[in-house]
C-alpha cells in the first residue's frame, strides 16, 4: 500500500509583487508494506520521504537575482532494523546576474549544500558509528564569472576562479580524513599509534567552475529542471595524490528533476542525482576498527513516486 501527500505548489504572479516572483513545490509521501505467511517472503516496511523546493526571482532594469531552495528528507523502517533515513538533502543555491548583452551576463552565485541528520554504513550499526551527519559534510561555493544564456530556459555559467570550502564538523571524522579534509597524524609509541595531530575540520579549494542550468515547462503538464556542474581543483590535494587510481581533482554534480501532472490532484515526480568526488572516503567498520578508503567511483541516488497535488 502506498499513500502519496504533496503538500503545496504556490505562485505569486509578478504582477502581484513585482519585480519579485515565489514560486514552490511540496510533498510527502508515505508507503508501507507487511507480509503474513507469504511463501516468496519479505520485510515488513514503512516509509516515508518530505519534499521542498522554493524559488524566488528578483527581475529589475539590468540586473536579475534568483534564488532556489531544495530541501529532502525521508525515513525507512524496515523488518526488525532500526529507523534509518534513506534521502536527505539541503541545498541553496542564489545567484546574481547583471545583463552585458542580449546573451551575456555578469554573475555571482553562491552554493551551500549539506544534510539533516546521520548516516550510517548499515541499519544495524550502533548508533555512535555514523559516517555523516548535519555540516559533515558541507560544502560552500562562491563562483564569480559570466552566464550565458542565449534562451529564457538554459544557461550555462562559467568561472575560472572559485573557491570551494568543504566542511565537516565532526572531529571523528575528521579524523579519518572524510570527504577529502586532511587525516589526523600518528606515530607508533611502543608498538600503539598514538595521535600526534588532530584531522583538519574544513579544507579550502579553488579552481575552475562550469555549470549547465535547464529549466522548462516541457509542456503543460511536464516541468522539467536539471542542473550539471564541475568543479576542477587547481591547488594540490593529498586525497587525490594519495588516491592509487590517480583520478582528475574534478568533483561533478548532475541533479535532474521531472514532474508530471496527471490531472488537478495527482503528479508522478523523478529524481536522479549523481554525483563523481575523487576525494570521497568510503568509511566502513570492520570488527571494531573503522576505515577509510577512497570513493572514486560515480555516486546514484534515485528515487520515483506518484501521489496528490494541490495547485493554488
Excluded: C
Excluded at 64 to 70: A, H, K, M, Q
Excluded at 220 to 231: I, P, Q, Y
Amino acid at each position: 500500500m502506498a499513500v502519496t501527500f504533496a503538500a503545496f505548489s504556490f505562485a505569486q504572479d509578478a504582477d502581484t509583487l513585482k519585480p519579485w516572483k515565489v514560486y514552490g513545490l511540496g510533498s510527502l509521501s508515505i508507503n508501507q508494506a507487511s507480509f503474513s505467511n507469504w511463501s516468496a517472503g519479505g520485510d515488513n516496511s514503512l516509509s516515508g520521504t518530505a519534499l521542498l523546493k522554493l524559488y524566488t526571482d528578483y527581475a529589475q532594469g539590468q540586473s536579475s537575482w534568483n534564488t532556489v531552495l531544495n530541501m529532502k528528507y525521508g525515513m525507512i523502517k524496515s523488518g526488525d532494523s532500526p529507523v534509518e533515513k534513506n534521502d536527505d538533502l539541503i541545498e541553496l543555491i542564489s545567484q546574481y546576474n547583471y545583463e552585458l548583452s542580449k546573451v551575456w551576463r555578469a554573475s555571482a552565485q553562491l552554493n551551500f549544500t549539506s544534510q539533516f541528520a546521520k548516516g550510517y554504513e548499515n541499519s544495524d550499526d550502533p548508533r555512535d558509528n555514523y559516517i555523516s551527519k548535519f555540516m559533515a559534510p558541507g560544502y560552500l561555493t562562491f563562483t564569480p564569472g559570466v552566464t550565458y544564456q542565449p534562451v529564457e530556459y538554459f544557461s550555462i555559467l562559467i568561472s575560472p576562479i572559485t573557491p570551494k570550502v568543504v566542511f565537516v564538523n565532526d572531529q571523528g571524522l575528521a579524523d579519518l580524513g572524510a570527504f577529502g579534509v586532511d587525516p589526523a597524524k600518528y606515530t607508533e609509541v611502543d608498538s600503539v599509534m598514538v595521535k600526534t595531530a588532530d584531522g583538519e575540520t574544513s579544507k579550502f579549494k579553488f579552481g575552475a567552475f562550469v555549470e549547465f542550468y535547464f529549466k522548462k515547462d516541457l509542456k503543460t503538464d511536464l516541468a522539467l529542471e536539471s542542473r550539471l556542474n564541475a568543479f576542477y581543483n587547481y591547488l594540490q590535494d593529498d586525497a587525490i595524490d594519495n588516491n592509487p587510481s590517480n583520478p582528475m581533482p574534478v568533483d561533478v554534480n548532475w541533479q535532474t528533476f521531472l514532474n508530471y501532472t496527471l490531472n488537478k490532484w495527482m503528479s508522478v515526480s523523478f529524481f536522479l542525482h549523481l554525483a563523481y568526488r575523487p576525494t570521497d572516503m568510503l568509511i566502513t567498520t570492520d570488527a571494531g576498527v573503522t576505515t577509510a578508503t577512497p570513493n572514486d567511483k560515480l555516486q546514484v541516488q534515485e528515487t520515483l513516486g506518484i501521489g496528490l497535488t494541490y495547485n493554488f
